[in-house]
């Protein structure tokens, strides 16, 4: 039975709907109800057996047991299809009295990170044998409390409602809550309700990875404590403190340092990283924030002599990645780009591919298409991308074209990236040779395709997609002055990118058709066609739009990537290329190397990969980075977040292009490897899980030795 807060019992307010197009019966949301924190309790006996805990939760929790935290709660999913976790809750138990304490958290606006501001709150939790045979479940003898501890407080970044800044009074917090000899007899029963769209499915993905991380470096400065964890973080400070009651903590995090030496904590990516905690008076408090953040550095303003120095950490959060699972070694510059990018993949992969752990903390479908790839390479684990998958699936019934970020309450709709996933799906089945899902998610891409082409041209071209976005590139200082108004709506007229991408819709669900043995409509031709009419020119080069005579780069580096033009045409495109650089975007930079790629130009590929121009991973690197920024550097962007995953597009160039590591069969069944380095490389090794088993690859300037432990 799933339980929920009395505040929550009535009407919910529709949140899903178009971009554009409002639903009807939208209203505001109760200020009082956002922010929300409940606690709920429930104490039962227990023998020596082992047991599972099954738990959803909406928006979200960290659970207890007997005092000691266990972990978090399901990933973000519509109302529609909640997933939910299981946790071995044997470790935590003992005989005779035990408790389950969760922390359920409610945020209640329309953001990025949670599908939140629709009054749907609560939990559903069942206690299990390890044959499955259910011992509790959620009900009214579950006890529970709205915490008012955490005050009313603004949100951390403008013109983003993804997290509320925290400030909690600790004479309001119920201390010991999470313990069986707490007295919760001033506690309410929860509620029950029952509602046709809570539907419940087994989440694919595990539970988040939860540990205590110390700070490299400490150092008392004027009365506040400095603290540097040494690299980016994803996660919360925790410490213990004593002072007399209402006297203050604060806490400061960021990504950077003054001028002064002081935390950053008012971040370039528009992040306000301030939280305090109003002390109780007690021996000691235990200063631990529920959301997490996105920093390097935090400073302790607290009282003089109140904070417990051995007790200052960091419960860095993300989602488990074993780190040997995928090594590369070799080459000093190589490596400083893997690990940088690995780090970055690490920690922006939460419960869903996040676009940054920071301000947005959303799953953008662009994002994704880089990062999912790169955390298979890294992982060997398919579950997430396999939900990364069914999550934009989920959002055909909002649009189906799909939205571009989800699952969450922000409405957004990016036709570039809509277009881009069937190559998302053919990617999954060539690193996993899963043809179910493929399966599964056809009907989805027949939708996609339909949608399209209702915005299809006399020319064969399409134009005017004013629903969605058309984005090119971001940020819009990284366009190459790209020249077609791309406003939104969108302009009038045909331009390049979006009917680059079009063609390669149509190419790849072709072969999805293929692989699921369907037949196969025959389009992409044709659209190719239409395109080089449009878009050619007598140089071989690409125009941006029907009528332009501008070449930006975005719009010759598509038909490299998607093979439009043949090898003779493309020597033009290659050209501009050399000649222009990385005069993109990060994320946009994967189509231009892989394009090189395809077309066999490795030297410029590489020159371009290993470049320490300002447009570079190196350029990062120079500038401090522990992770990719979301732009080339620090200032390139008017609010860089310095942890963003879309620019983690070296882990794949380096494997499957520098080291040349392919599935020629899908799921490995079948691989080879061709090694391209560049002059200053003279050999690499790779250790690689795959979903088949592990491969350790030797390779120098011309040949490479394999083996792997395949069955």
């Avoid at 429930?42 to 738990?55: A, E, Y």
């Avoid at 509602?195 to 009365?223: C, I, K, W």
């Avoid at 417990?308 to 960091?314: N, W, Y």
């Avoid at 108004?485 to 045909?494: F, N």
């Amino acid at each position: 039975m799933w339980i929920c807060a009395p505040e929550f019992i009535g009407e919910k307010i529709e949140t899903l709907h178009k971009e554009n197009v409002l639903p009807r019966a939208a209203h505001e949301h109760p200020a009082e109800l956002q922010n929300f924190h409940w606690f709920v309790r429930k104490q039962f006996q227990w023998t020596n057996q082992p047991c599972r805990f099954n738990i959803a939760a909406d928006d979200v929790c960290l659970i207890y047991c007997n005092g000691r935290f266990v972990g978090g709660s399901s990933a973000q999913a519509y109302p529609f299809r909640y997933p939910y976790l299981t946790y071995d809750l044997t470790p935590y138990l003992k005989r005779g009295d035990n408790v389950i304490g969760v922390h359920v958290y409610y945020i209640g606006t329309l953001n990025h990170a949670y599908q939140s501001g629709d009054l749907r709150q609560g939990m559903w939790a069942q206690l299990c044998t390890a044959e499955g045979e259910p011992v509790l479940e959620s009900d009214r003898s579950w006890k529970a409390l709205h915490v008012t501890a955490w005050e009313r407080t603004e949100v951390i970044a403008k013109d983003y409602d993804t997290q509320f800044r925290e400030s909690i009074d600790a004479a309001r917090f119920p201390f010991g809550w999470e313990n069986t000899r707490f007295d919760d007899s001033a506690w309410r029963p929860a509620v029950e309700f029952e509602q046709d769209d809570h539907v419940l499915e087994a989440q694919r993905t595990a539970p988040l990875s939860f540990y205590v991380q110390q700070p490299a470096y400490m150092e008392m400065r004027n009365g506040v404590l400095f603290c540097d964890m040494g690299e980016e973080v994803t996660g919360t400070v925790t410490l213990q403190a004593a002072a007399d009651s209402g006297a203050a903590v604060e806490i400061r995090c960021g990504e950077e340092l003054k001028e002064d030496g002081t935390v950053r904590f008012q971040m370039r990516c528009n992040c306000e990283y301030r939280s305090t905690w109003k002390l109780s008076g007690r021996k000691s408090d235990q200063i631990q924030f529920f959301e997490y953040m996105a920093f390097r550095y935090f400073e302790i303003d607290a009282p003089e002599g109140s904070i417990d120095l051995a007790s200052v950490g960091v419960r860095v959060r993300h989602y488990p990645m074993d780190k040997e699972a995928c090594v590369l070694k070799g080459d000093a510059v190589s490596e400083q780009i893997f690990n940088l990018c690995k780090r970055t993949v690490m920690l922006g992969t939460q419960d869903a591919f996040l676009d940054c752990p920071s301000r947005e903390k959303g799953q953008y479908l662009g994002d994704v298409f880089i990062t999912a790839q790169a955390h298979l390479l890294l992982t060997g684990d398919p579950a997430p991308y396999q939900k990364a998958l069914l999550d934009f699936a989920s959002s055909a019934c909002i649009c189906p074209g799909l939205m571009a970020v989800v699952p969450s309450g922000q409405m957004q709709e990016i036709a570039d990236y809509s277009l881009l996933f069937p190559e998302l799906i053919l990617h999954y089945y060539r690193f996993t040779g899963d043809k179910k899902l493929v399966e599964k998610l056809m009907p989805v891409v027949n939708q996609l395709e339909a949608y399209f082409d209702r915005f299809r041209g006399a020319d064969g071209l399409l134009e005017n997609v004013t629903e969605k976005w058309n984005l090119v590139d971001w940020p819009e200082n990284l366009r190459d002055k790209y020249d077609f108004p791309l406003t939104r709506p969108i302009g009038s007229g045909v331009h390049n990118v979006i009917n680059a991408f079009y063609y390669g819709m149509k190419k790849h669900a072709d072969c999805l058709r293929n692989i699921v043995d369907l037949p196969q409509k025959n389009e992409a031709e044709a659209v190719r066609r239409a395109y080089l009419r449009a878009f050619q020119m007598e140089s071989g080069l690409f125009r941006d739009a029907a009528g332009s005579s501008h070449t930006a780069l975005h719009s010759n580096a598509l038909p490299l990537y998607f093979g439009m033009i043949g090898k003779a045409e493309s020597a033009a495109v290659i050209g501009l290329i050399r000649e222009k650089g990385l005069c993109c975007g990060v994320y946009f930079a994967y189509f231009v190397l892989k394009g090189l790629a395809k077309a066999g130009a490795y030297e410029l590929m590489n020159a371009l990969l290993f470049s320490d121009g300002n447009h570079s991973w190196r350029n990062m690197l120079r500038e401090g980075a522990s992770t990719c920024f979301e732009a080339w550097g620090k200032e390139q962007k008017w609010n860089t977040s310095l942890c963003h995953p879309w620019a983690s597009a070296p882990i794949l160039l380096l494997i499957e292009e520098v080291i040349g590591l392919k599935a020629v069969k899908a799921g490995f069944a079948e691989y080879a490897v061709q090694p391209h380095f560049p002059p200053h490389i003279e050999k690499l090794s790779l250790n690689i899980k795959t979903v088949r088993g592990r491969i350790q690859i030797e390779c120098s300037q011309d040949k490479a030795f394999c083996t792997d432990d395949f069955s």
